[in-house]
T-cell receptor
Framework: QQQVKQSPQSLIVQKGGISIINCAYE??????FPWYQQFPGKGPALLIA?????SEKKEGRFTISFNKSAKQFSLHIMDSQPGDSATYFC??????????????FGQGTILTVHP | GAVVSQHPSWVICKSGTSVKIECRSL??????MFWYRQFPKQSLMLMAT?????????EQGVEKDKFLINHASLTLSTLTVTSAHPEDSSFYIC????FGGGPETQYFGPGTRLLVL
């Protein structure tokens, strides 16, 4: 019940295209859903996050769509750039209880943006 | 701001030796730090949660006697891999959460790559 399932494992898009990465969770106690970007040999960096009281959050070229009833959320990268090439992880956590702030990560998506 | 450093960035050691990895929050106080391990092309797996001044809480399946965690100050946590073996070779990443902050204030270090020969 703690799993977060992420797809696809890898994604190749052309420069200027839209990259879409999907995640699904099982634990209904999760109420905070961040996305992280990780470059090779580096730690992950927070990209954008959403709480379930909204269905969409946009920051620049990055948008999270959230479907609470389906327990799914996705990351959309508009106008994808070669510099966006990295591994993206979705994650989930609970903002209360004994698991407060403990992140459960998805399996990761390797994004390659061709120039 | 909100920078987390790790030292060393990579380490090679012989099987049976112990290795200490440091995680520091450089410009903020962190009452809680987390330790993760990541195998190549895989996800981050939480190993333990470290709270300043108290014992670490280990995730199921993580040997607490093998992975010793000490969080002696508000800016420093250490992970010691005792009697390391080749299967302990991995990328170890720490994160630090700002004092009183939520998960959005959890910042990750650059990671330490451990290779046990």
């Amino acid at each position: 019940q703690q799993q977060v399932k992420q797809s696809p494992q890898s994604l190749i898009v052309q420069k200027g295209g839209i990259s879409i990465i999907n995640c699904a969770y099982e634990n209904t106690a999760f109420d905070y859903f961040p996305w992280y970007q990780q470059f090779p040999g580096k730690g992950p960096a927070l990209l954008i996050a959403i709480r379930p009281d909204v269905s969409e959050k946009k920051e620049g070229r990055f948008t999270i769509s959230f479907n609470k009833s389906a327990k799914q959320f996705s990351l959309h990268i508009m106008d994808s750039q070669p510099g966006d090439s990295a591994t993206y992880f979705c994650a989930a956590t609970s903002l209360g209880g004994t698991s407060y702030g403990k992140l459960t990560f998805g399996q990761g998506t390797i994004l390659t943006v061709h120039p | 701001g909100a920078v987390v450093s790790q030292h060393p960035s990579w380490v090679i050691c012989k099987s049976g030796t112990s290795v200490k990895i440091e995680c520091r929050s450089l410009d903020f106080q962190a009452t809680t730090m987390f330790w993760y391990r990541q195998f190549p092309k895989q996800s981050l797996m939480l190993m333990a949660t470290s709270n300043e001044g108290s014992k670490a809480t280990y995730e199921q399946g993580v040997e607490k006697d093998k992975f010793l965690i000490n969080h002696a100050s508000l800016t420093l946590s250490t992970l010691t891999v005792t009697s390391a073996h080749p299967e302990d070779s991995s990328f170890y990443i720490c994160s630090a959460r700002t004092f009183g902050g939520g998960p959005e204030t959890q910042y990750f270090g650059p990671g330490t790559r451990l290779l046990v020969l």
